[in-house]
């Protein structure tokens, strides 16, 4: 059973940089899956930030992409997000999750419980 | 980007009333459709891929059917646990996204 745990602070700056840590249990992050990054602003929707695969390689939504940076730690086994220039409207919980690659289709089957990050002076 | 549009944002249903929610895509995604339940400080949790294909433990209450542009999640009889708010997700292409939910309450 894959379990994945976000962890970093809960509180950053407006202007400052968001970073986030999600830990991988019970499988490898080197396994022929997707590792992504998914946020959601309080009382609102399910928003997409990207993903990275073990060999480094990343996808990011183009709505973030030039303030977002996901990493990948196969020795710790866990990927990164670092969100730059941060506003109050970054202010959401943060979910990291496996994107399952099989048989051409791909779907998010494990998610970590999430962690509320609150950008504010 | 890929704009899905759920309908409708939300609805009342008692126990044991069938239910249907749809998503629409803006463009052709083939089957590459997916369907999450989220409860209020949860998760998402799969419960449909590949537009109808059931993840395994999900009950089979649930069902989802379309290819293309449009898509159905049907709960064949509504029980006390469906009570959530229900996101269809495409991975077609990059960005990923999803609908923007339907909330789904008991009357």
């Known amino acids: 059973q894959v379990q994945l745990q976000e962890s970093g602070p809960g509180l950053v700056k407006p202007s400052g940089t968001l970073s986030l840590t999600c830990a991988v249990s019970g499988g490898s992050i080197s396994s022929s899956n997707w590792w992504s990054w998914v946020r959601q602003p309080p009382g609102k929707g399910l928003e997409w930030i990207g993903k990275i695969f073990h060999s480094g390689s990343t996808d990011y939504n183009p709505s973030l992409k030039s303030r977002v940076t996901i990493s990948v730690d196969k020795s710790k086994n866990q990927f990164s997000l670092r969100l730059s220039s941060v506003t109050a409207a970054d202010t959401a919980v943060y979910y990291c999750?496996?994107?399952?690659?099989?048989?051409?289709?791909?779907?998010?089957?494990?998610w970590g419980q999430g962690t509320l990050v609150t950008v504010s002076s | 980007d890929i704009q899905m549009t759920q309908s409708p944002s939300s609805l009342s249903a008692s126990v044991g009333d069938r239910v249907t929610i749809t998503c629409r895509a803006s463009?052709?995604?083939?089957?590459?459709l997916n369907w999450y339940q989220q409860k209020p400080g949860k998760a998402p949790k799969l419960l449909i891929y590949?537009?109808?294909s059931l993840q395994s433990g999900v009950p089979s209450r649930l069902s989802g059917s379309g290819s293309g542009t449009d898509f159905t999640l049907t709960i064949s009889s509504l029980q006390p646990e469906d009570f959530a708010t229900y996101y269809c997700?495409?991975?077609?292409?990059?960005?990923?996204?999803f609908g923007q939910g339907t909330k789904v309450e008991i009357k």
């Open positions: 997700q495409q991975t077609y292409i990059i960005p990923r996204t």
């Open positions: 590949a537009a109808s």
């Open positions: 463009q052709s995604i083939s089957t590459s």
């Open positions: 999750a496996r994107e399952l690659y099989s048989s051409a289709l791909y779907y998010f089957d494990y």
